[in-house]
């Protein structure tokens, strides 16, 4: 499998909001799109739709399973020398104004012309998607056993696809299916691939491939030669043996075809063509997954409502809001702060942190902070405040009693100080917050001629 397959899911799982956007379509409502008069006519059409109708109160990972599981044996016939009349006679072609014949993994399949037909709503006289068709096949199950609704996909489109680095972490592969990282699980081998900006995003790293909980109809991301430099297959795990450590799982794009294979992760093998490394680890990262809710209208509220922040201050801001939404934007009295805030994430116990370095162009006092979410949006007020100087230990921009009279409060144990207030608490400058920079405070205060951040002499 190539590193192309990469930009071939993102292609198809961009593509899907397409249909979205200029029609309405619900799964079957208009089966004219959604599958071809051959593929219609085919044993695979018949077998899809009973293993639906035979899942009706499974899971979606069940289901998606059963979809995947019907396709077994079909091929998609990109080889030079076959009968394409029989070929589309069997339903295993679609038409088109060229046929794909470029190598046997890459061909003209039903799940290809779905991505194509019915998600891009593009017309079946061109061939428009031209690529490795695993992940391809992956969406196509999930999107029969109804993980996919159409305002989802909404979401995913504006949200994801705002990312730039989207081809060069493990997000090109995970999110471009939409799964909660809560339910997805990353070898070490996959660890390099993850976004460090957005490394708080990620729940079960470096995870020993033989205690990830492996469960049918899981999906499972290979990297082929085992050096996890790359994302390079998609399948749908059939079932994990504990004890033998041996892996069933089906998949398309595979030999051709749609095809249920097996791996030992004991053993230590040359695989399709790949150096001698044990079957462990090709394992990047697994995920699970449920039936997709309807999106609802969200109200977000922040902890804060106001946020005062210093220039002066070691790192930058942290707003926790009631949020577990992507990010999209954020802006400071309606013009965009910078590409490093828009994180394009899931925010983890809606947590999000704004560095130092996007804060410093802002000039002091007020100003409106707004952040917009793939389902709603917030303003918080946030107040720069001028470099503290020592003795403002309250960071209310002045040296007053009142800051001798909170570093008491500290001493008593009634209060308790940052280290950045403790640090303008030692008024005297000599490493330590005692009663008696307190005092220094007060002599300061009563212009006795000391110096804040020196000890008198």
């Not at 379509?25 to 799109?33: H, K, S």
């Amino acid at each position: 499998m190539k590193v192309k397959k990469i930009t071939c899911l993102l292609v198809v799982m961009s593509v899907l909001v397409s249909s979205v956007l200029s029609t309405s379509i619900t799964a079957f409502a208009q089966e004219d799109l959604t599958f071809s008069d051959e593929y219609k006519s085919s044993p695979f059409y018949e077998k899809l739709q009973t293993a639906l109708a035979d899942t009706q109160d499974k899971t979606t990972m069940e289901r998606t399973l059963a979809a995947a599981l019907s396709q077994e044996g079909y091929k998609n016939y990109s080889t030079e020398g076959i009968d394409i009349e029989q070929a589309r006679a069997d339903g295993l072609l679609w038409t088109g104004a060229q046929l794909r014949m470029n190598d046997d993994e890459t061909g003209n399949t039903e799940y290809i012309r779905w991505a194509q037909r019915y998600i891009m709503n593009r017309s079946e006289e061109t061939q428009y998607i031209d690529c490795d068709w695993c992940a391809i096949f992956v969406s196509w199950c999930m999107y029969q056993a109804g993980y996919y609704s159409e305002d989802r996909l909404k979401k995913y489109y504006y949200s994801y696809y705002a990312d730039p680095r989207i081809e060069f972490d493990a997000d090109s592969w995970i999110e471009a299916f939409d799964f909660d990282q809560q339910s997805v699980w990353y070898t070490e081998k996959a660890r390099h691939k993850i976004d460090a900006y957005n490394w708080n995003t990620y729940y079960n790293v470096d995870v020993d491939p033989f205690e990830i909980p492996y469960k049918p109809g899981g999906i499972l991301f290979f990297t082929w030669d085992g050096s996890g430099k790359y994302f390079n297959h998609a399948v749908i795990v059939v079932d994990y043996d504990k004890e033998t450590h041996v892996l069933t799982y089906t998949n398309g794009c595979s030999d051709g075809m749609v095809i249920t294979k097996q791996i030992d992760l004991d053993v230590e093998e040359e695989f399709i063509g790949k150096p001698f490394t044990q079957n462990s680890n090709r394992i990047m990262a697994y995920a699970e997954y449920d039936k997709i809710r309807p999106l609802e209208p969200k109200e977000i509220t922040a902890d804060a409502s106001v946020i005062n922040w210093s220039v002066d201050s070691a790192s930058g801001i942290r707003i926790k809001t009631n949020s577990d939404s992507k990010i999209g934007s954020v802006s400071v009295d309606g013009e965009y702060l910078g590409s490093n805030i828009e994180s394009n994430m899931l925010l983890r116990e809606g947590t999000l942190s704004i560095g130092k370095s996007e804060l410093l162009k802002l000039s002091e006092g007020q100003h409106t902070l707004t952040l917009t979410f793939d389902d709603g949006s917030i303003d918080v007020v946030l107040n720069i405040l001028p470099e503290y100087q020592i003795g403002d230990v309250d960071l209310d921009g002045s040296v007053t009693i009142s800051d001798a009279t909170l570093i008491q409060f500290y001493l008593a144990e009634l209060e308790t100080l940052s280290e950045q207030q403790l640090l303008l608490a030692d008024t005297n400058g000599d490493g330590e917050v005692t009663i008696n920079d307190a005092t220094h405070l007060q002599e300061y205060l009563a212009d006795l001629g000391v110096v804040l951040g020196k000890t008198t002499v």
